[in-house]
């Protein structure tokens, strides 16, 4: 089972077709919608010595869904993705994958789910078509037209041996194992490390494939952009700690609106205004942020006669800077404070 995980991805069933839960399995998770949660982890946490990995991390998600497990390098998401495949053992908490234990009932797991890591591991003296083959036997199960389609939507050349294979090439190998295995559960940990533009889309048209087949997939990113245009919740990862988990629309409501005015004279003053900041005035735009009820930011707009109004919502990049700003806000904060000997 190592050597499985050293290469990359898992297959789903013991033949050609991708496995189906059984009524008991899909029954074991708790709450009303039992039957669609996928991937549950209860207050799950991992310490090495002293340093905390992971704490308290509590998430769910849902049959079809795509979830975003974001943050910086060492926030603790491969350790996260590792507790998940079983592969280490919790400090507390647990985590289920189809109402399974992932570590009691790891190969049960397994064989329902595929995972891609950021850097692929393969062996240098098989072409890509022998890896892949050997792939799918290892994991019981593969879908060969859909592997034939993913290798020309790929352009990538099977033929030749892996160790003549660039970074991205090596990538493409891991990710069309996984996605032909058609798995119930996608973990993709940086599954674009190494592929161009070009190939980021068509790995996000297979993403959005696998959702609307049903697949579930766990999308690990450092790339906001591709998690905008593919997540359905996305959650943020600070230092071990969960900072927040929702849906985009839903974060935007902590964030701020940000709003740009050209005047045909100068700007008025906002400072004063309940909600508004980061006010910035060049010439005759004026640019600030707001949060809450807007009506009186725009009676103060209105009065000054505007040439052009923009707003837009934060995109999940500044999302991601002001949560992550906060959380280490409050870090720091809880560092600070004197000993109070408890």
């Given at each position: 089972?190592s050597?499985i995980h050293?290469?990359?991805?898992?297959?789903?069933?013991?033949d050609?077709?991708p496995a189906r839960?059984?009524?008991s399995e899909t029954?074991s998770a708790?709450?009303?919608?039992a039957?669609d949660?996928?991937l549950?982890t209860?207050?799950?946490?991992k310490?090495?010595?002293?340093?905390?990995?992971?704490?308290?991390?509590?998430i769910?998600?849902r049959r079809g869904?795509?979830l975003?497990f974001l943050?910086?390098n060492g926030?603790?998401k491969?350790t996260t993705?590792r507790?998940?495949?079983?592969l280490?053992?919790?400090t507390a908490?647990?985590a289920?994958i189809?109402g399974?234990d992932?570590?009691?009932?790891r190969?049960?797991?397994?064989?329902r789910?595929a995972?891609v890591p950021g850097e692929?591991?393969?062996?240098?003296?098989?072409?890509?078509?022998e890896?892949?083959?050997l792939?799918a036997?290892?994991?019981?199960?593969?879908?060969l037209?859909?592997?034939t389609?993913?290798?020309?939507?790929?352009?990538?050349?099977?033929s030749r041996?892996?160790?003549g294979?660039?970074?991205?090439?090596k990538q493409?190998?891991?990710?069309?194992?996984?996605l032909?295995?058609?798995a119930e559960?996608?973990?993709l940990?940086?599954?674009t490390?190494?592929?161009?533009?070009l190939?980021?889309?068509a790995?996000?048209?297979?993403v959005?494939q696998?959702?609307?087949?049903?697949?579930?997939v766990?999308?690990?990113?450092?790339i906001?952009a591709e998690?905008?245009a593919l997540?359905d919740?996305v959650a943020?990862?600070?230092?071990?700690?969960?900072?927040e988990?929702?849906?985009?629309?839903q974060m935007?409501?902590l964030?701020?609106?940000?709003?740009?005015v050209?005047?045909?004279?100068t700007?008025?003053t906002?400072?004063?205004?309940?909600g508004?900041s980061?006010?910035?005035v060049?010439?005759?735009?004026?640019t600030?942020?707001?949060?809450g009820p807007i009506d009186?930011?725009?009676?103060?707009?209105?009065?000054h006669?505007p040439?052009?109004?923009?707003s837009?919502e934060?995109s999940?990049?500044?999302?991601?800077?002001s949560?992550?700003?906060?959380?280490?806000r409050?870090?720091?904060?809880a560092a600070?404070r004197?000993?109070d000997?408890?």
């Open positions: 089972m050597q050293r290469v990359g991805a898992h297959a789903t069933s013991p050609s077709g839960p059984s009524p029954a708790d709450g009303d919608d039957q949660v996928v549950r209860e207050g799950l946490t310490h090495y010595g002293s340093t905390v990995a992971l704490q308290d991390l509590t769910a998600a869904e795509v975003g943050g910086p926030a603790g491969t993705i507790l998940l495949l079983g280490i053992g919790p908490g647990r289920e189809f399974l992932v570590r009691s009932q190969r049960a797991v397994h064989a789910t995972y692929a591991t393969l062996w240098p003296s098989l072409t890509g078509e890896t892949m083959h792939l036997r290892m994991h019981g199960g593969t879908d037209a859909y592997r389609e993913l290798v020309k939507l790929f352009d990538f050349d099977p041996r892996v160790r294979y660039s970074k991205g090439n493409k190998i891991n990710l069309i194992a996984a032909a295995s058609r559960l996608l973990i940990d940086e599954p490390s190494g592929l161009d533009p190939m980021e889309q790995f996000r048209e297979c959005l696998a959702k609307a087949n049903g697949q579930t766990f999308l690990s990113s450092h906001l998690a905008e997540c919740r943020i990862l600070s230092a071990g700690q969960l900072v988990v929702g849906t985009l629309a935007r409501h964030s701020a609106l940000s709003v740009e050209t005047f045909p004279g700007p008025p906002l400072e004063d205004l309940t508004v980061n006010v910035r060049v010439g005759h735009q004026l600030c942020q707001v949060r009186g930011l725009l009676a103060v707009l209105a009065a006669h040439t052009s109004l923009l837009r934060p999940l990049e500044e999302l991601f800077l949560l992550y700003g906060q959380q280490e409050r870090n720091d904060s600070s004197p000993d000997g408890s």
